[in-house]
């Protein structure tokens, strides 16, 4: 089995596509994914770019998306020490970085300022790789 961290972006193309993460795969995100695809699709509706019904079905396949949420003290103090580290303005991104160094094998992202940060702190994997 390989542990996969995975971003909102990801998550988003997961609920919106017909392409399944493999059985033997395990997802795993912080727990603020959940408000940053929710922010992300409510935006979208905002702007016109999808309607409403439809924004509401993908917030509901969040719910199903089997992933195993993580916003544990450890995990907190790990992303507070990254941002710091790299010197970031917010902890989003850290988060990532932390949920995949301590509980994944690698991390699915296409944002590259998020590949290129996680040099030295975990492993990136491709989309590929998560639905093969």
Not at 100 to 125: K, P
């Amino acid at each position: 089995m390989t542990r996969f961290a995975i971003d909102a972006p990801i998550a988003l193309r997961l609920i919106r596509g017909n392409e399944v993460v493999s059985a033997e795969h395990q997802l795993v995100a912080p727990a603020s994914i959940r408000s940053q695809v929710m922010s992300s699709l409510y935006r979208e509706v905002r702007e016109g770019m999808l309607d409403e019904k439809a924004g509401r079905q993908q917030l509901n396949g969040l719910a199903e998306l089997k992933m195993r949420l993580l916003g544990d003290r450890v995990s907190r103090a790990t992303a507070w020490k990254i941002a710091e580290r790299l010197g970031w303005d917010d902890i989003y991104d850290a988060e990532y970085l932390a949920v995949a160094s301590l509980q994944a094998d690698a991390l699915v992202t296409e944002d590259e300022a998020l590949r290129t940060a996680a040099t030295g702190i975990v492993a990136i994997a491709e989309w590929a790789d998560l639905v093969s």
